[in-house]
């Protein structure tokens, strides 16, 4: 479930191969994806600058060792996780979400390339 404390945000489902955008949700409402749903959490079209979205998992899982993943990542100066790191995040926790694009299978082979070429050296 997510729910929005600053301003609107819209929600992209992307179930199966099709497309579904939602009105949103504004401030203090909230909506739940459904399980397996592809999805992004976007700005609504007339809110710039930063804003939060509270997100609860149930069941929680792996997810409090996926977020303090995440924290501890070293990313470039776009705020993006750096190759290797992005691969053991993949190869560690790929089971338990991922990002919709590419997909999947391209990005596990991305990470088993990755972390084979540095384990090399």
Known sequence: MSTMEN???GVRLEIRKTAEETDGV???EAMTVPIGAAHRQVPGPEHEGP???RVQLRPAGESEAFVRRLVEMDVN????PRPVGA???VRDFGHM???AQ???RVQRA???AILAATSRR
């Open 102 to 104: 590419p997909p999947m």
């Open 87 to 89: 691969a053991k995040l």
């Open 7 to 9: 301003a609107r945000l």
């Open 51 to 53: 804003g939060r979205v």
């Open 97 to 99: 979400g991922h990002a």
């Open 77 to 80: 100066r776009l705020g993006f």
């Open 26 to 28: 504004e401030q203090g």
């Open 110 to 112: 991305l990470s088993r």
